[in-house]
Structures are given as structure tokens and as C-alpha cells.
């Protein structure tokens, strides 16, 4: 009889144990819903409007009925001029909201029954700058909850605010030899410049049908910035490839590209079967889908059939994985 109660102790050990582990690895496995700057970063031009909006906003939601959120930040470099709520509750009611010279708390809730799900906007500040340089906006507390008052898991991510005079920044001219594969006219191929990491400014330049360095942006702040194309019938620089230009104080000049050609289906940066179905089904006909003219010559050809099968199998990812601008 006793060797058969310990048995059955044992059995509601093990059962209450797992039953613990259980709602543990629920829990673990529970959305959790984050809240995040938006842009990230964000830039203020002190000799422009000297203001930005800075969204704080809430992704993958589920139930969200109410939220406490405070944002710190650098007053020697921003200020905050003012807020207004966002659309991702409804019917909101502020309880409460706690100002301070390097911070600003928001404590709300909605009055409908359900709690929201999704992706929106909580609040939105304006920031003035004060001073140049950078404040990290940082998340101090952020809590939510249910229309049951319960608290949910959440997760935050800070964000980076930059201030600054683009009157004090250093100008360099970007040089670069840049060409189409099977394309003899050099001219009218755009390089995107995007935002700046430092100081946010973003440029673009048109290339000319001359030899050698043949696209000129006259004065670019010295900055870090991602390189992209977006040119028809060749595989681009998209953005995922990564391809940073530091443009310094002793040089903006790049390193020379030649775009891969024969992507008759150029938006999927890969050329594959269905490029090579393109220009082989358009050959020699004058009705044939412009893109199968791959060379830009206005027919198509043994030549754009080439130019496919030369470079057939290549993405972007390979065709530009040794490019170091």
C-alpha cells in the first residue's frame, strides 16, 4: 500500500511539473508586442525648419488596450515642442502625462471594448534642436495592457536623433565610371545615394555618354551612404547587397561599375529561364516585348540572346559580390 502511494505522489509530481513547464513554454511563446521609433534615425536641420515629428509606434500588437511610455532624451540637444496621439487606439483618454526637460510620459486607454491589434502609432513627438550632435532616444518604461487591466510582454527598440547644420558640413564632388554590359550609349544611368548615416541627406546623379568618369554629383556631404540602381534590362545594386560609399576628406571618387546585362525580366535581379524564354520568343520579331531588346539596339537578336546566355544563372548578389565602391 505505501509502495503505491509513493507511486502516486511521484505521478503528481510529475504531472504538476509539467503542467508548470507547460505554461511556461506558453508564455515563452506568448507575441510580443514592440514598440519602436519612426525614423529611425531622425534628423533635425538647424538652417532648415529645425523640427521633426518622431512617431512612436507599436508593431505585431495583439489586445492592446492601453500603454505607459516615457522617452528620454538629450536636452542640450533637443527639446520637445510638442505631441499628439496616434490612430492605433480609439476613443483614447490620457490619464495622465509626466513632462521633465529630458523626458516626456504618456499614460492612455481606450474606451472600446476590444483591445487592438496590429501595427500603428501611439503618440508622435516634435522635437526642436537645440545644439548639433546626436541624443539617443531611449525608452525608459513601456508598459501595456489588456481591457482587463492585464499586463502584456513587450519589447523595445531605441532610436537615434540627430541635429544638424548642413552649413558646417564638408562638400566632395562623387566621381564615378559607371557603364552598361552591351550598351554602348554610357549616358542616362542614375546612382541613388541613400540617406546619409550621420547626417541624413540623400543624392542622385545622371550619368553622360562620355569615356571614362562619366557621372559627376557636384557636391556630396562627407557621409556614409548606400548605393543603389534601378536601370531596365541589367541586373541593379539593390539595397540588400549592401554597398556602402564613405565619401572622406581625401577622396569621393568610387571604385568603376559595369552594370551585367541581359535581364529582360529586370525587376527580379536574377537572369534565369525566364529571361532567356524572353528574348529567344522575341527573336526577330518587331512586335516582341521591348524588354527582350536587352542590348537597346532595337531588335532583337543573336546579340541579346548572348548577352542572356553569357550571364545566365547570375543574380545580383554574385554578379556584384567583389564591387567594393
Same mark, same amino acid.
Given at each position: 500500500?505505501?509502495?503505491?502511494?509513493?507511486?502516486?505522489?511521484?505521478? &503528481?509530481?510529475?504531472?504538476?511539473?509539467?503542467?508548470?513547464?507547460?505554461?511556461?513554454?506558453?508564455?515563452?511563446?506568448?507575441?510580443?508586442?514592440? !514598440?519602436?521609433?519612426?525614423?529611425?534615425?531622425?534628423?533635425?536641420?538647424?538652417?532648415?525648419?529645425?523640427? #521633426?515629428t518622431v512617431n512612436v509606434m507599436i508593431r505585431d500588437a495583439i489586445d492592446v488596450s492601453a500603454?505607459? #511610455?516615457?522617452?528620454?532624451? $538629450?536636452?542640450?540637444?533637443?527639446?520637445?515642442?510638442?505631441?499628439?496621439?496616434?490612430?492605433?487606439?480609439?476613443?483614447?483618454?490620457? !490619464?495622465?502625462?509626466?513632462?521633465?526637460?529630458?523626458?516626456?510620459?504618456? !499614460?492612455?486607454?481606450?474606451?472600446?471594448?476590444?483591445?487592438?491589434?496590429?501595427?500603428?502609432?501611439?503618440?508622435?513627438?516634435?522635437?526642436?534642436?537645440?545644439?548639433?550632435?546626436?541624443?539617443?532616444?531611449?525608452?525608459?518604461?513601456?508598459?501595456?495592457?489588456?481591457?482587463?487591466?492585464?499586463?502584456?510582454?513587450?519589447?523595445?527598440?531605441?532610436?537615434?536623433?540627430?541635429?544638424?547644420?548642413?552649413?558646417?558640413? &564638408?562638400? =566632395?564632388?562623387?566621381? =564615378?565610371?559607371?557603364?552598361?554590359?552591351?550598351?554602348?550609349?554610357?549616358?542616362?544611368?542614375?546612382?541613388?545615394?541613400?540617406?546619409? =548615416?550621420?547626417?541624413?541627406?540623400?543624392?542622385?546623379? /545622371?550619368?553622360?555618354?562620355?569615356?571614362?568618369?562619366?557621372?559627376?554629383?557636384?557636391?556630396?556631404?562627407? $557621409?556614409?551612404?548606400? *548605393?543603389?540602381?534601378?536601370?531596365?534590362?541589367?541586373?541593379?545594386?539593390?539595397?540588400?547587397?549592401?554597398?556602402?560609399?564613405?565619401?572622406?576628406?581625401?577622396?569621393?571618387?568610387?571604385?568603376? =561599375?559595369?552594370?551585367?546585362?541581359?535581364?529582360?525580366?529586370?525587376?527580379?535581379? /536574377?537572369?534565369?529561364?525566364?529571361?532567356?524564354?524572353?528574348?529567344?520568343?522575341?527573336? *526577330?520579331?518587331? %512586335?516582341? $516585348?521591348?524588354?527582350? %531588346?536587352?542590348?537597346?539596339?532595337?531588335?532583337?537578336?543573336?546579340?541579346?540572346?548572348? &548577352?542572356?546566355?553569357?550571364?545566365?544563372?547570375?543574380?545580383?548578389?554574385?554578379?556584384?559580390?567583389?564591387? !567594393?565602391?
Amino acid at each position: 500500500m505505501k509502495f503505491l502511494q509513493k507511486i502516486w505522489s511521484i505521478f &503528481l509530481c510529475l504531472v504538476f511539473f509539467f503542467s508548470i513547464a507547460q505554461t511556461n513554454a506558453v508564455k515563452a511563446q506568448d507575441p510580443e508586442n514592440l !514598440i519602436h521609433f519612426s525614423p529611425d534615425p531622425s534628423y533635425i536641420y538647424m538652417d532648415g525648419t529645425n523640427q #521633426v515629428t518622431v512617431n512612436v509606434m507599436i508593431r505585431d500588437a495583439i489586445d492592446v488596450s492601453a500603454f505607459d #511610455v516615457q522617452v528620454n532624451f $538629450d536636452p542640450t540637444k533637443v527639446t520637445r515642442l510638442s505631441y499628439e496621439l496616434g490612430d492605433f487606439l480609439k476613443n483614447t483618454s490620457c !490619464i495622465d502625462r509626466f513632462v521633465g526637460p529630458n523626458y516626456f510620459r504618456l !499614460i492612455c486607454g481606450q474606451l472600446a471594448t476590444d483591445g487592438q491589434n496590429g501595427t500603428g502609432t501611439l503618440f508622435r513627438i516634435v522635437f526642436q534642436g537645440v545644439t548639433e550632435g546626436v541624443t539617443p532616444l531611449e525608452f525608459t518604461e513601456t508598459h501595456l495592457s489588456n481591457r482587463y487591466g492585464q499586463a502584456l510582454p513587450v519589447s523595445s527598440t531605441n532610436g537615434t536623433l540627430n541635429v544638424v547644420n548642413t552649413g558646417n558640413l &564638408l562638400y =566632395l564632388p562623387l566621381i =564615378l565610371n559607371i557603364a552598361q554590359q552591351g550598351q554602348s550609349d554610357r549616358g542616362g544611368i542614375t546612382l541613388y545615394l541613400g540617406r546619409g =548615416l550621420h547626417y541624413g541627406l540623400a543624392y542622385s546623379g /545622371v550619368s553622360t555618354n562620355i569615356p571614362g568618369e562619366n557621372l559627376t554629383i557636384p557636391a556630396v556631404a562627407a $557621409d556614409s551612404y548606400l *548605393l543603389t540602381t534601378n536601370q531596365p534590362r541589367v541586373l541593379n545594386i539593390t539595397a540588400d547587397l549592401n554597398k556602402t560609399a564613405t565619401i572622406t576628406s581625401e577622396d569621393g571618387t568610387l571604385t568603376p =561599375l559595369m552594370l551585367r546585362g541581359g535581364n529582360a525580366v529586370w525587376t527580379d535581379n /536574377v537572369i534565369d529561364i525566364h529571361d532567356l524564354t524572353m528574348v529567344t520568343g522575341g527573336y *526577330l520579331d518587331p %512586335d516582341a $516585348d521591348p524588354n527582350a %531588346d536587352v542590348n537597346f539596339d532595337g531588335v532583337v537578336n543573336l546579340i541579346d540572346i548572348a &548577352l542572356v546566355a553569357g550571364n545566365f544563372g547570375l543574380s545580383s548578389q554574385t554578379a556584384y559580390a567583389n564591387w !567594393i565602391p
